[in-house]
């Protein structure tokens, strides 16, 4: 008869560095890509729209769309509040583990932003 495996729950650290450069490539990826589901439903739009003038708005909505995938160019428009559950292990300093991922999500923010998009600007 095997003896039962014991088991030994892993522990990750994850630095704030590596937070701040996750969260910034999350940001940057979402300013240049709308998502797929999206696209497809475009593309069916504009197979049903009967409009001339309408069917001309959407196809240079996927045409923009299609040049900021390609030219990595933010598509500057509003795309949402990043949102994410954190997991601490008990006795964990909850007001300082808020505060510096507070201060890691700040400066993503800033990293994740690009020239060339009115709110890139710095403030």
């Known amino acids: 008869m095997r003896k039962p495996r014991k088991f030994t729950p892993m522990s990750t650290t994850i630095r704030q560095d ?37 069917k001309d708005a959407i196809a240079q909505i996927l045409t923009n769309s299609k040049m900021s995938a390609i ?6 428009q509003d795309t949402g509040m990043p949102t994410f559950e954190v ?18 999500i700040a400066e993503a923010t800033r990293r994740g932003k690009l020239p060339g998009c009115r709110w890139a600007t710095p403030a």
């Not at 030219?71 to 500057?76: A, D, E, N």
């Not at 997991?87 to 890691?104: C, D, T, W």
């Open 87 to 104: 997991k601490a292990p008990v006795g964990a300093n909850q007001i300082v583990l808020k505060k510096l991922i507070r201060e890691a």
């Open 71 to 76: 030219g990595h160019r933010p598509i500057c």
């Open 18 to 54: 590596d937070l701040i450069r996750s969260v910034a490539d999350a940001l940057q990826y979402i300013s240049y890509y709308h998502p797929m589901d999206y696209i497809e439903s475009l593309g069916r739009a504009y197979e049903l729209e009967e409009s001339p003038a309408a």
